[in-house]
């Protein structure tokens, strides 16, 4: 089993994202596309059978069944999204994601916001070892799930970063320092730099910035916002620093990056490169 693909989607509301995230699509032999939802009100429409969207709801698409997101306008999702693809020869892995054909979708709560985080940044690592964590993560809750329970259990260091992946998230838009995050979780800058480190293999600021890059990347390929703007609305001291943060972490200036991927609008246009 690998991971093709995985993407965070905060807030799906602008036009561009909605034709994209939202659009009828299925995908090819042997892949299965995991959904995670956050937050937010719609709906799932999965082969024949439409459901309401709540926080914390998990779904598992089959191979070449068509699918598909509709968000309200007024209360957009946020998600996580998950595309495995599994070998003929994995007959187990096979057996354990088919037999999801005729399971409802898993209330598994809105807690494992850090889960799918750690797999999202293990999955597109250029470790191998941490892709294949990644993949065993991922069989480990399909096979709790499917056995009764509602997910896996968290000790206290994970439900300390569940809450700081949730306020960052959040909190995008804003400037958030590391002594905001460190009060907020009750804890000293210290420990959370190495816990966070520890467990997502950078510090917490590094990986607020890159989010800020992401939604900046989404910005820049969805909306008419010029770079100042966007600069502004992100919380960027100024355009320059924009600029130049944006163009450390994808390689590209935001107006050439907006020039080169407008057309391509999708998940890869929102990844940043990973530092060597």
Not at 99 to 104: A, I, L, P, S, V
Not at 160 to 183: G, P, S
């Amino acid at each position: 089993m690998k991971i093709v693909d995985a993407v965070f989607v905060y807030q799906m509301k602008n036009k561009n994202e909605l034709k994209w995230h939202g659009r009828t699509h299925s995908h090819g032999k042997n892949q299965y596309e995991i959904h995670y939802f956050l937050g937010g009100e719609g709906y799932f429409i999965d082969g024949r059978t439409t459901y309401i969207i709540n926080p914390g709801v998990m779904f598992v698409s089959l191979p070449q069944i068509v699918h598909t997101i509709k968000t309200a306008e007024d209360n957009p999702i946020t998600y996580y999204a998950i595309l495995l693809h599994i070998e003929d020869e994995e007959k187990e892995l096979q057996r354990l994601f088919e037999e999801q054909k005729d399971k409802r979708p898993y209330n598994i709560g809105t807690n494992y916001r850090f889960f799918f985080e750690e797999i999202k940044e293990k999955a597109l690592s250029a470790s191998h070892n941490r892709r294949q964590s990644a993949c065993h993560q991922i069989a480990s809750l399909i096979y709790l799930v499917q056995d009764g329970g509602k997910g896996l259990t968290t000790d206290s260091d994970s439900r300390h970063l569940e809450k700081a992946l949730r306020i960052m998230q959040t909190h995008v838009m804003d400037n958030l320092t590391l002594f905001d995050l460190a009060q907020e979780l009750n804890l000293t800058e210290s420990y959370f730099i190495r816990l966070f480190g520890q467990r997502m293999q950078q510090t917490p600021m590094k990986y607020y910035m890159k989010l800020k890059i992401e939604a900046a990347s989404a910005l820049l390929t969805c909306t008419d916002l010029s770079v100042k703007e966007i600069a502004a609305k992100l919380c960027f001291s100024s355009e320059f620093h924009f600029s130049k943060q944006f163009k450390s972490k994808t390689g590209l200036a935001p107006t050439y990056y907006r020039r080169n991927y407008l057309q391509q609008i999708g998940p890869h246009t929102h990844h940043v490169l990973e530092d060597n």
